[in-house]
């Protein structure tokens, strides 16, 4: 039985495949306001929001063309979207467009001063007379239909995008791995998006994708919108109640700025264990100087753009089926009674693992969405998988430029390679609900999904 689910998980749906020369394609582009207001659940109830910092946004471009129905990427300054309300993303995205929900690419930044977006958690919470609280219910409603509201308000100022750009730098001095080797020769996962340990600075950088990569849309010699994806744990200081999009957020400001008409969209790689703790003590000086350094970035990759003709695109997703976490403190059962925990925080915890034991226990599983456009490939995967995986969707396609999001169905947490799980990452312990053997079948999905021609 279980062999044959995972052959089933990797057939591939919704393919569209028609030559870009037959088609005239167009592009909207969609921006709204997601800030919480105070009070506000962050980081899955951690702690609340008390001031707005800045705001947040979610940003999106809606590509359609003819033989093509719409598709949609947002990407949006949350921690993560999970389970049903991702669907309910997808859904609201889709009616507002006229496409498919499986058509919508969604994925989250991951900025820790910002919330977590868990419906079926939350209805847990209330229903058991919990303190926490993950995210409230009414607010999300709003901000799905303003996103959807600007999104299809975007179709009617849609413009002809001809050409495809491609351009990518290094980063300098913004993400090291969590793991570092101390000077004694002991494995360590201590280095987190904040480190002032002097032995965790001193270490190299470690596994990481050095690359920025921005994806651009272009209407003859006018761009129309840039996407740049970078793979780092998008904070510096963060947890006392500030509602912000962080270092990110400020650096796409300065691109805003920089390039006006041009729609900006940044979204998190596959950032699960790449943070910016090498370089980052928490200061507030940390933030405006890694916004500076990943803006640097930004502009380098634009300035090194290589535009081609827009000759092909397909659209199609590819079903992963990764199974929940099991065992003492996993089981339905112990989630169930720390939905009791005297934390608030902990019985968040529960609550969002309960969320996602029941979808996966009901057979759910997680797509893969890939925009192929054969010179280069644009894919989202699911929560915080590790760098790992954004390096080895790279090598299955050496001739193109594919440039991954993370933080897609944030519901797995972390999805950390079978080495990391034998070396014992430290990580690996309140944010991960899936079970260990997860990488094979994630690595067998997005092999299929970028083979598929």
Known sequence: MKSARIAASLLVLCVSSLPAAERSFRLATFSADVTVPLGHGMMGG??????????????????????????????????????????????????????????????????HDAPVADLEAERILRAHGCEGTVCD???????????AAAARGSLAQARTVTHL??????????????????PGGIVSFSRGSRTTDSVARAADEGVIDPWLKTLS?????????????????????????????????????????????????????CSGNTTAGKYNDGSRESRVALASRLRDAMKAA???TARLPLERVDFHTTPVRLEPRDGPGWSVADLTKNLSAPKPFHQCLAAMGLSWRRRADAGQTIDIPVLDFGAAALLVLPGEAYVEYQLFAQQQRPDAFV???GYGEGATGYIPTERHVAERDTNLSDWWWVAPGAEQPLKNAIRAALTRR
């Open 46 to 111: 951690a702690w609340l929001s008390t001031k707005i910092a800045d705001p947040l946004s979610a940003r999106g471009i809606v590509l359609s063309g003819e033989g093509f129905p719409p598709v949609v990427f947002v990407s949006v300054d949350w921690c993560e979207i999970r389970n049903d309300a991702l669907v309910r993303w997808k859904t609201a995205l889709a009616e507002a467009t006229a496409t498919r929900p499986e058509r919508v690419m969604v994925c989250a930044i991951h900025q």
């Open 137 to 147: 219910l009414d607010f999300h409603e709003q901000a799905v239909q303003r996103v």
């Open 165 to 182: 750009g491609t351009g990518q730098a290094r980063v300098e001095r913004v993400a090291s791995n969590r793991r570092f080797v101390t």
């Open 217 to 269: 849309f272009w209407d003859g010699d006018t761009p129309l919108a840039a996407l740049s994806a970078y793979a780092v744990h998008p904070m510096s200081h963060y947890g006392a109640g500030e509602v912000s999009a962080d270092f990110p957020g400020l650096a796409r400001t300065q691109r805003d700025a920089e390039a006006p008409g041009v729609m900006q969209i940044y979204a998190s790689g």
């Open 302 to 304: 634009w300035d090194s």
């Open 403 to 405: 440039v991954t999001a």
